[in-house]
């Protein structure tokens, strides 16, 4: 019998990429490790701005399909090859792998926050973004720079409809706060990023029309009455937050970050 074909090194089924990494105001070793790795190419920024990291890293980009991806995300082996093979077409595509959430290490009152958020339309629904989002040559060409906005990620999700938008192969891994009040703090920095973006003038033909996050916190309660004590804790913490944030004013180009999954 003729022998079959050779085995191929899973190696070889990934695409050739072109790696990035703006360091935006770190003060840790970031910028150091990723220059010990050949061909990555490191912007080590002083000033702590995520929409300046992410118009600093496009300028040093050149290859396209592009995928941006937060320090803290974690993606599968084959997230990647995924998201290159739906973003590499003509059309104006925007793309993310199926998000997943790393609640071990998190309290109770977190995991109970996380139950409830995971059944939103804004995860459930197809909404890409939540620290990894791909772009195709034509969907990136559909806008110029990244605006002053800490929500970069609703506002690329903005920019296409329902159908120009892709949940692909693979995974990423957001590592939620561990402490109530660590989930406190990322909240308030998405209500100051929702903030800015309602502020910011946005060209809304393709808004998203999911159902409004009432509308769904009570489909939740009506299918499973025993969520109650955790749509409070998503309520109470999205209300405080907002109150915070509003309290605060909005710091649109500032990126805080939880420290809490970081020791």
């Known amino acids: 019998m003729p022998a079959g074909p050779a085995p191929v090194h899973p190696s070889r089924l990934l695409p050739r990429i072109e790696v990035v990494v703006a360091a935006n105001g770190c003060h840790?070793?970031?910028?150091?490790?990723?220059?010990g790795y050949d061909g990555v190419i490191v912007l080590d920024i002083p000033t702590g701005s995520k929409?300046?990291?992410?118009?600093e890293g496009d300028?040093?980009?050149?290859?396209?399909?592009?995928?941006?991806?937060?320090?803290d995300i974690e993606?599968?082996?084959d997230a990647v090859p995924a998201l290159v093979r739906v973003l590499s077409v003509p059309e104006a595509v925007v793309a993310a792998p199926q998000i997943r959430f790393d609640?071990?290490?998190?309290?109770?009152p977190v995991k109970a926050f996380y139950r409830v958020f995971t059944e939103l339309p804004y995860v459930k629904d197809g909404l890409v973004g939540l620290g990894v989002y791909g772009l195709s040559r034509a969907g990136r060409e559909r806008f110029d720079h990244f605006p002053d906005l800490v929500a970069?990620?609703?506002?690329?999700?903005?920019?296409?409809?329902?159908d120009e938008r892709a949940i692909?192969?693979?995974?990423?891994?957001?590592?939620?706060p561990r402490t109530l009040r660590s989930l406190l703090a990322v909240r308030v920095r998405v209500a100051k990023g929702n903030a800015g973006l309602a502020a910011h003038s946005v060209e809304d033909r393709f808004s998203a029309t999911t159902s409004s996050t009432g509308r769904a916190l009570l489909d939740l309660l009506r299918r499973n009455p025993r969520s109650l004590p955790d749509v409070a804790v998503y309520l109470g913490v999205t209300?405080?937050?907002?109150a915070r944030a509003s309290r605060q004013g909005r710091a649109a180009t500032t990126w805080e970050r939880d420290d809490s999954t970081r020791s």
């Open 239 to 242: 209300l405080l937050a907002r």
């Open 75 to 77: 993606m599968s082996a």
């Open 59 to 71: 300028e040093a980009a050149t290859a396209h399909p592009r995928i941006y991806l937060d320090a």
């Open 152 to 162: 970069d990620d609703l506002y690329v999700q903005r920019l296409f409809t329902h």
């Open 168 to 176: 692909t192969g693979g995974t990423f891994t957001v590592s939620a």
């Open 51 to 55: 929409s300046l990291a992410l118009n």
């Open 103 to 108: 609640l071990d290490r998190s309290s109770a």
């Open 28 to 35: 840790d070793r970031t910028a150091e490790i990723a220059r």
